[in-house]
């Protein structure tokens, strides 16, 4: 038998499972930029909520930072992840705190898709008059 076979066998097997394995990492990576997006966005709309009902501005706001990382991001600024808008962003804000989570975002790795419905979510407790 071929030695020169049992390379290719052995190189094949191995691609696929390094393949997996960068999916999985991907797929990992792009789920923690968004969690720790939200959680800067959930931050931001707990230090910075208006004490009447949330204006537009601050919602749109709240959006920007979590899909580019700051509230009036320059024109042509890349989001934080690949894809995300700020369509895909909801926010919530209540007596108690502001919620804020991803709706209807796919997470698109090369041979798979893991769609992101209202996860990640981050609520914090309102700041009464803490600005920063």
Known sequence: MSRAGNILIEFAASLV???TMFQVGYTFFTYTT??????????????????????????KSVRN????????PAAGTPPVVNGLSVDDVEMTLSPAGAT?????????ATFTKLKLDGRPTVTFPLCSGATQ
């Not at 931050?43 to 204006?55: D, F, N, Q, V």
């Not at 930072?65 to 509230?71: A, F, K």
């Not at 989570?101 to 997470?107: A, E, L, P």
């Open 17 to 19: 499972v390094l393949s």
């Open 100 to 108: 804020v989570s991803v709706r209807n975002f796919t997470i698109d």
């Open 34 to 59: 968004l969690v720790n997006a939200v959680r800067e966005g959930a931050r931001y709309a707990s230090l910075h909520a208006p004490a009447s009902a949330a204006g537009q501005d601050f919602a």
């Open 65 to 72: 930072v979590v899909v580019y990382g700051e509230s009036a």
